[in-house]
Every structure is written in C-alpha cells, then in structure tokens.
C-alpha cells in the first residue's frame, strides 16, 4: 500500500503545482506586479523633483541637470539597460543669456578661456584707469590702497590651490576691497594655469558661493596668468611674484590702465539630455514606449516655479513603473517587445526633448505605441466627489490597438475609471498636441496621454508637493502599469 500511496502521490503531483503556482506566474501577473508600486517611494521621488535645490528644473539649468542625473540613478538601480550611452541623449538648446566682456588695455578677452565672473545683481558697465595690487588676505595692505574707490583690485597670488585656506584669504581680500570702495576685484586662478576645460571653469563660481561674498555685489573676474602678464609684463610680473614670496608684501601698488566690463545680450547653445532605459523584449527590433517629461519652468527671480504635479508626478511614476516592470521580467515575465522607458527634457520648450528623441529614433526598429504620462497627481474642480479616475487621450485615434486593453483594465480596477471627454479631435485646448505623446502621433503610432487637467495653479509657483493626491496618483500608476504591462505582453500587428 505503501508504494501504491507513493505512485498516487507523483501521478498527482504536477496537477497540484499546476493549480498552487505563486500568483506572479499566473495569467494575473499584470495586477499582482501593480501592487508592488510603493507609495513611500512614489513620495520621496516626487518630493526631490519638484524641492527648492532643483529650482523648478528649468532648461537648461544646474537643477535640471540634478533631476536628469538622479533619474539616471534611479534607472540604473532598477537594472534597467542604458538605450544611450550613460542612459543620457544629449542635445542642445538655445537660451537668451547675458555674457560679460573684459577689456583690459588694449586686449579684449574671451569668456571661459582668459576669464571667468559670476553675474552680479547689477549688470552695469564698470570703467576704470587705475589698477592696484594687494596681497590675497587683506593684511598689511600699503597707506596706498587705504581708499580704493574708482579703482580694479588684483589680489595676489589669487587661487593657488583648492584648500579652504586659500578661498578664506581671497574672501577675506574680496571683502576688504568692497569695504575700501573698490569696483572690481582681479584674481589670478590656479584653474586657467593646469588649462581646465570650461566646463571646469564654470566651476570657478562655486569658489565664491557664499553668502558673504554674494551680499555685497562686487564683481570678482578670474583670470589666466596671460592676463596678468598682459596687464604688468613678464619682468614686473615676476619681481611682483618675488617681493611677495619674501615679504607678503605687494610694493608695485598701481598702473594707469583703461579696464571695462560690461555685458552684451546673446544666444548661447547649452546641452540638456532625454534619460533613457529600457527592458529587452523576445523581439528586440520592436518598441513600447512609456515616457514623461522631466523639466519644468525654473526660476524666475525670486519665485520658484515648483512643478509638483507638471511633471514631478509623471516622472515619479516612470521610474516606478520601471522598477516594476524590471522586477517582473527578472521572474520570468518576458515582454513580447522592448519596454523603453524615457524621461524627456525641454517639452516646456515646445516638445523639444520628445521630438529630438523620435527624430533620431533608429529606422531599423519600430515604435508599437506611446504611453505618456504629464499631470496625474491632482484633480480638476469637475471631479472633486469622483475620487478615483484619470484622463486617457488618444484611445479613439486607435481604437483597434486600445481599446480591448482599456476595457480590461478597468475590469481589474472596479471604482477606477478612465475618462475620456476630453478626447475627441476637435478638442478646443489641443491636448493632443500639447505634450510629448505628439511627436510619435505625427509618425502616426498609436499614443495614449495620462492627464488630470488640474488648472488652479498650473504653470504657476503654487504648484507644491503638499497639494498632490497621494492616494489618486497610486491608483493612477497602477492603471498606468497595468496597461502598459498587457500591451507589452501581447502580440501586436
């Protein structure tokens, strides 16, 4: 009997694991992975985007470069393989700017290669005929330099190296200078000397980035060795050099020279870059593409323009849809094609990250659809009692591709619906046309966009992280997920 139990036992035994399989590996993998987006994460995202150290992530901006790289980061961490080199697609863009212009004598010099000066609050020429030279730290200054009103200030050696002592005698100079009415305050810098690249140069601001310093206004240029020499000689350069080694003295006090600085409006091209990762699918020439829009506004004067809900709350949503999606497919949940997951930069500049990208999209591979994600943590004044419901846009240009999808997930998600009045395509706001799912409707792939048409403070400062709809935004993520998940996972064309 014994054996005859045992023979039973392995004739039953694949039918019980055919029906106690773990959920994950069931034809409901699709919901059981949406409920693996965690809401503390959805938060924390969402809470660094749109915080005061990104300044509203205008483009281009150091802000904006912060959130692109943090979103690298998150990309990289969820095992996401990079589409681009270091997940970054960099492209430039156009910006009015203000440049400076110094003219020392008889040389004008280039900004970012003979100099460098961050922008004082007031912009206004500044003209002398008197330069004078003092020691960096302030101390022991000659009876010469005790009124340095209408006069240029060169503060030796200027920065000899990077440590704290060095920038804490130079502001101690810089100081001074402005309290004995200085205009402008020279200063040889150790970057120009080991020949750093500009992008090294710009980092020259960061030196002087303190309160103290800022307060005041006074315009401290850095500059190159060949400044200096152009300014005294290389003879009088080099005794200057070797009084002040003996004695920390600067007995040379001053030169008639015509010094000028001024600024001259221009366009300049800075690089921003889209962020690109993306899951292998079993056929990897074929694309699903789920995006959002990372920049926003930036800051304007005083005001920060915040973007909590434009586009913090799509971007957050991205990177936890690529976390799970990730997770699924290390378990064995192999999508049919590609899943690309891209957050765009500069669509407030008129989609112009979203057209980059599908501009240079590879010929040889094919985009199946285009889920956007822009607005979906707040609720329009239409929808204040319906707590639970978001805007899809473009289902009925492809109704054949969507819909089936759609109507599935709704099934899955009761008390969650899709609302589709602001669909048609007559649409008077042009929504369509208005993020980045319309570059890829231009090459006529299907697109889906995820909206919740808040308007109370849209583009404006009060757009905050208090305001967003926690619990709404999850519920959307899900929805999101889910839909991208089966259409990832199906057949297509």
């Known amino acids: 009997m014994a054996n005859m139990k045992n023979f039973f036992i392995l004739i039953l035994l694949p039918f019980f694991n055919f029906f106690f399989v773990p959920v994950s590996g069931q034809s409901d993998s699709a919901f059981y992975y949406s409920e693996k987006i965690l809401l503390p994460d959805l938060k924390s995202d969402l809470a660094f985007l749109a915080s005061p150290r990104l300044e509203g992530r205008g483009t281009p901006g150091t802000g904006l470069e912060m959130a692109g790289d943090f979103i690298k980061e998150k990309f990289q961490g969820a095992g996401l393989k990079p589409f681009f080199r270091d997940y970054k697609q960099i492209f430039y863009q156009e910006m009015d700017t203000l440049l400076p212009v110094l003219e020392i004598g008889r040389h004008k010099y280039s900004f970012g290669k003979d100099y460098y000066t961050s922008f004082p609050k007031t912009r206004n020429k500044i003209s002398s005929n008197n330069i004078v030279f003092a020691n960096a730290n302030g101390k022991d200054w000659p009876g010469t330099l005790k009124d340095l009103r209408n006069k240029i200030l060169v503060l030796l050696p200027g ?7 060095s920038e804490q005698k130079v502001s101690a100079g810089i100081i001074r200078a402005h309290q004995l009415g200085a205009r402008a305050v020279l200063l040889p810098s150790c970057q120009f000397f080991a020949g750093k690249d500009k992008k090294e140069i710009d980092q020259l601001k960061d030196q002087f980035d303190n309160p103290d310093i800022n307060s005041i206004g006074l315009p401290v240029i850095c500059v190159s060795r060949a400044v200096i020499l152009n300014l005294v000689g ?110 765009f930069t500069a669509e407030e500049k008129g989609l112009a990250g979203s057209d980059y990208f599908v501009s240079k999209f590879s010929s040889k591979n094919r985009i199946e659809a285009m889920i956007n994600m822009d607005m979906i943590g707040r609720s329009d004044n239409n929808h204040r009692s319906a707590k639970d419901y978001v805007f899809v846009i473009g289902r009925d240009y492809n109704p054949g591709f969507w819909m089936s999808t759609l109507t599935d997930v709704e099934n899955e998600l009761p008390g969650f619906y899709a609302d589709y ?73």
């Open 234 to 343: 290389k003879n009088n350069f080099d005794s200057l050099m070797q009084t002040f080694e003996k004695s920390n003295l600067i007995r040379f006090a001053g030169i008639a020279i015509s010094f000028r600085l001024k600024y001259r409006k221009a366009k300049v091209l800075k690089p921003v870059f889209n962020v690109a990762g993306f899951i292998p699918g079993k056929d990897t020439s074929r694309y699903l593409v789920i995006g959002a829009h990372y920049d926003h506004l930036g800051r304007m004067g005083d005001r920060i323009y915040y973007g909590a809900d434009d586009n913090a709350s799509g971007t957050a949503t991205l990177i936890q849809l690529a976390r799970v999606f990730s997770e699924a497919n290390r378990n064995g949940h192999i999508p049919q094609m590609n899943v690309l997951f891209v957050a």
């Open 159 to 165: 920065l000899t190296n990077g440590d704290d002592s």
């Open 421 to 493: 009045s602001i669909n048609a395509e007559n649409d008077p706001e042009l929504l369509m046309q208005r993020s980045d799912q319309y570059p890829f409707f231009q090459q006529e792939i299907p697109v889906l966009f995820f909206f919740d048409d808040m308007k109370k403070d849209y583009h404006l400062p009060s757009d905050t992280v208090e305001k967003i709809n926690w619990d709404l935004l999850k519920k959307r993520a899900q929805f999101i997920f889910l839909t991208a998940y089966k259409i990832s996972h199906k057949e297509v064309r």
